[in-house]
């Protein structure tokens, strides 16, 4: 049986873990984004999930609406023809997205009917029970059958012809009273039906005849099916990869005073979690926690409020939905970092850099170690 991919806001775990519970708790297999192992690269690790899923459910509510990792995890499940199970936890009715596919309501946070779940067990058990076979159908037998049911039959109409014959002698004998006019044993007059079997399944009262007997039989052929590759062109539908860009909504208006350090002065630093004794990461496409090596992957050029990494040239970026991530420098301020105290604390969204020791993210800053890198 196929696995399940969940997709929701993170905002939303509460109920995403207990529907995951409760599938489990069902006999189904479901995946989400907090079962990654250590040392996972989570976009890879999310992305081959998706991609060998036999199903998509998706939590729909105003947050996983806003939410760019929802909308791509739906977008690639629409595109890789997965299917969707929309299920409206949130809002007065379901996304325009997903107008033409059935959805089910769960507002009040209850789980879905039985209907839903008898959906989902057609599609993730799909394929399991056909089973393919070389044997010919019994109906192709049974015609071949029907020759032995035929002579049994015959069988019968002999024994009632030589009934009627035993009779008709029987009386002759009675009329006709010169016995010896009559041959006790008349020779039957009647043309004998031969039976194209062996002798020994004659009638016993019949001489049987020494024949060589002529089988016609009927070889039923399956038919030969001939495979052709069907002559369709591939069309290779590249997915562009974009790199997004931050629009701020204001002018943005410089306050740097002479007093501040400038911007063009680089500060080469590596970041170490002082809970985890972790340092901060990356490998070009990733941000994770990793054993501190000393080289250039996990050393940061600090440039004003960002974070440069000196392997890549890369910009440390973060999101409201509290993933972190590297993209190219484009000066947003969600790629701002200020420096309070040990903390990091992202200029757009107003969450610290934390970690747990297998991931790193962004949480509301509550004053733990976990939140402060030396």
């Given amino acids: 049986m196929g696995h399940i991919f969940i997709s929701y806001s993170h905002k939303d775990t509460t109920y995403a873990h207990g529907l995951a519970d409760h599938l489990r708790n069902m006999g189904f297999d479901t995946w989400i984004d907090e079962r990654l192992d250590y040392g996972s690269q989570w976009p890879h690790e999310i992305q081959r999930q998706l991609d060998s899923c036999d199903a998509f ?4 509510t105003p947050r996983s609406f806003a939410s760019d990792w929802v909308q791509s995890e739906l977008q690639r499940a629409k595109r890789k023809l997965k299917p969707i199970f929309p299920l409206l936890l949130e809002g007065d009715e379901p996304w325009l997205s997903v107008e033409s596919t059935q ?13 839903f779940y008898s ?13 393919v076979t070389d044997k010919l159908p019994k109906a192709v037998v049974a015609v071949s059958l029907e020759k032995p049911r035929f002579w049994m039959k015959t069988e019968v109409l002999i024994a009632i012809i030589g009934g009627i014959a035993a009779v008709i002698a029987a009386s002759a004998a009675m009329v006709v009273p010169l016995t010896g ?15 194209s079997v062996n002798p020994q399944e004659m009638h016993p009262l019949e001489t049987p005849t020494v024949f060589i007997p002529t089988l016609t039989s ?10 052709v590759p069907p002559t369709t062109t591939a069309t290779l539908i590249s997915t562009p990869t974009t790199t997004p860009t931050f629009i701020p909504t204001n002018t943005p208006t410089a306050t740097t005073t002479p007093s501040q350090t400038p911007t063009n002065t680089p500060t080469i630093k590596t970041y170490i979690n002082v809970s985890t004794g972790h340092c901060l ?3 070009g496409t990733d941000v994770y926690p990793l054993s501190c090596n000393g080289g250039n992957y996990q050393n940061w050029d600090r440039q ?13 970026d973060s999101n409201g939905e509290g993933k972190v991530y590297i993209l190219n420098c484009n000066g947003g301020d969600f790629q701002n970092w200020e420096r309070q105290g040990q903390r990091l604390v992202n200029v757009a ?12 993210y962004t949480l509301d800053c509550n004053g733990g170690s976990y939140q402060n890198w030396k």
């Fill in 103 to 115: 959805y089910y309501d769960v507002r009040g946070g209850t789980f879905p009917d039985e209907r």
């Fill in 218 to 227: 009927t070889a039923i052929i399956p038919p030969t099916w001939t495979n």
């Fill in 349 to 360: 969204t107003g969450l610290c850099l934390d970690s747990n020791g297998t991931a790193v």
């Fill in 304 to 316: 004003g409020q960002r974070l440069v990494n000196i392997a890549t040239g890369l910009c440390l």
């Fill in 181 to 195: 006019l009559i041959s006790q044993q008349p020779a039957p007059t009647e043309p004998r039906i031969q039976p």
């Fill in 119 to 131: 959906a989902i067990k057609r599609v993730v058990s799909s394929g399991a029970a056909i089973q």
């Fill in 281 to 283: 990461d990356s490998n």
């Fill in 57 to 60: 459910i998706l939590i729909m």
